[in-house]
C-alpha cells in the first residue's frame, strides 16, 4: 500500500506532471513507452512460442511469415492503445481504417477464407504430410499444407491444389490416423468342402503374419449359405501404414493355402429341371442330316445349256484399253 502510494505520489509530482507540447506531459510520454516496450515484450514471446509450436507441423517460409504477422499485429494494438497518451485523436483513423478495411474485406474475400481456415487447420490438425485422405471426392497423400492452399498427389501422380476453405467446409476421410486399421475378405467354398477346416486354416495364417493385430484380434465365421457356396467372413486389423501390402498378400496366401488342401472357389452354377412327362410323351425329333447330301427328290440347279467338260456358250468381252476405243 505504501508503495502505491509514494507511486502515486511520484507520478502527480511536478516533475511528470510538466507539459512536453500542448497537453502531453513527460507522465504521458513515459505512460507511451512503457506500453510500447510491453507491446514488444509480449509480441516476442508469442511470436517465438508460436515458432516452436509450428515448427514442425508446416513449411518455413510459412512459419516466417505466421510468426512475423503475429509480432506485428500485437505490436500494432499496443501502439494504438499508447497513442491517445500523446493526444492523438483515433477516432478519424478508425474511421479511414474501416473503410479501407471493408473495401479490402469485399475485393479478397476468398483470400482472407483460404488464410483463416489454413490457420485453423493448422492447429486442429485433421491432416499431416503424408496422410492418405479423402477430401469430398478427391483422393490424395498430402503433400505441403501452406497458408491458402493444400497440396497433395493422386495415386496416379497428378499434383492436385485444394483451397484450404474448401477443406475447412467438406468432410474429410483420413485413412491412417489411427494407428490400426481393419479390412475383410469373403472367401467362398463349396458345400462339399470342409468349412471348418477352411476356417482353421485361415486362422493360422493369420498367427503366422506379423503385421496381423492380435489386439484387436481377428475374426474368422460362417457369414452366409449363399447360392453357390458356402462363404467364410474373415476379418482382421493390421497397422495403417502398411495394410494394403497386407491385405493384398494375404489374400493370396488364403487363396493357395484353401486349394492346398483340395478346397475349391466354386463358379456360379444352376440346375435347369425339365418336365419329364412331357418330354417322354413326346414324339421321336427326327436326326438331321449331317452329311449335306441332296435328297433324291430334290434336283441340283444347273444353268441352262451347260453340260459339264465344255466350255460356256456365252463369250466374254476382254478389256483392251479405256471405254472409248471399245465404242469405236
Not at 502510494?5 to 513515459?30: C, K, M, Q, R, W
Not at 497518451?85 to 476468398?110: E, H, P, R
Not at 452354377?269 to 441332296?294: C, L, M
Request: glycine fraction near 6%; hydrophobic fraction near 45%.
Amino acid at each position: 500500500m505504501t508503495d502505491i502510494i509514494n507511486t502515486t505520489i511520484i507520478y502527480e509530482s511536478s516533475i511528470f506532471a510538466a507539459p512536453v507540447y500542448g497537453e502531453t506531459t513527460v507522465g504521458d510520454l513515459l505512460w507511451f513507452v512503457i506500453i510500447l516496450i510491453l507491446a514488444v515484450i509480449i509480441a516476442k514471446i508469442i511470436s517465438l512460442n508460436l515458432t516452436r509450436f509450428l515448427k514442425d507441423r508446416i513449411r518455413k517460409n510459412d512459419l516466417n511469415l505466421i510468426s512475423k504477422a503475429a509480432y506485428w499485429l500485437i505490436f500494432s494494438v499496443g501502439f494504438l492503445i499508447a497513442l491517445p497518451y500523446l493526444a492523438v485523436d483515433l477516432s478519424g483513423l478508425f474511421v479511414a481504417g474501416g473503410v479501407v478495411g471493408i473495401i479490402i474485406g469485399f475485393a479478397a474475400q476468398s483470400v482472407f477464407a483460404n488464410l483463416i481456415s489454413g490457420i485453423f487447420l493448422i492447429f486442429e490438425q485433421p491432416l499431416k504430410f503424408g496422410d492418405n485422405v479423402l477430401i469430398e471426392d478427391t483422393h490424395i497423400i498430402v503433400e505441403d499444407i501452406r497458408i491458402f492452399s493444400t497440396i497433395g498427389k493422386t495415386f496416379e501422380g497428378i499434383y492436385v491444389r485444394i483451397p484450404n476453405e474448401k477443406i475447412f467446409t467438406t468432410t474429410i476421410t483420413n485413412f491412417v490416423a489411427n494407428t490400426a486399421r481393419r479390412f475383410e475378405y469373403n472367401v467362398e467354398i463349396r458345400y462339399q468342402d470342409d468349412a471348418a477346416r477352411a476356417i482353421q486354416i485361415i486362422e493360422t495364417l493369420i498367427e503366422e503374419e506379423p503385421f496381423c493385430l492380435k489386439n484387436p484380434g481377428p475374426s474368422v465365421y460362417v457369414d452366409e449359405l449363399a447360392s453357390d457356396g458356402v462363404i467364410i467372413k474373415t476379418r482382421m486389423w493390421a497397422p495403417s501404414e502398411v495394410w494394403w501390402d497386407i491385405r493384398t498378400t494375404m489374400l493370396w496366401k488364403i487363396k493357395c493355402a484353401i486349394e492346398a488342401e483340395g478346397m475349391e472357389i466354386p463358379f456360379p452354377q444352376r440346375t435347369i429341371w425339365v418336365n419329364p412327362t412331357d418330354e417322354e410323351n413326346a414324339p421321336p425329333k427326327p436326326i438331321p442330316d449331317t452329311d449335306h447330301a441332296i435328297p433324291k427328290d430334290r434336283k441340283e440347279c444347273k444353268p441352262s445349256g451347260y453340260e459339264p467338260g465344255k466350255s460356256h456358250p456365252y463369250k466374254s468381252t476382254e478389256y483392251n484399253g479405256s471405254y472409248e476405243s471399245q465404242k469405236e
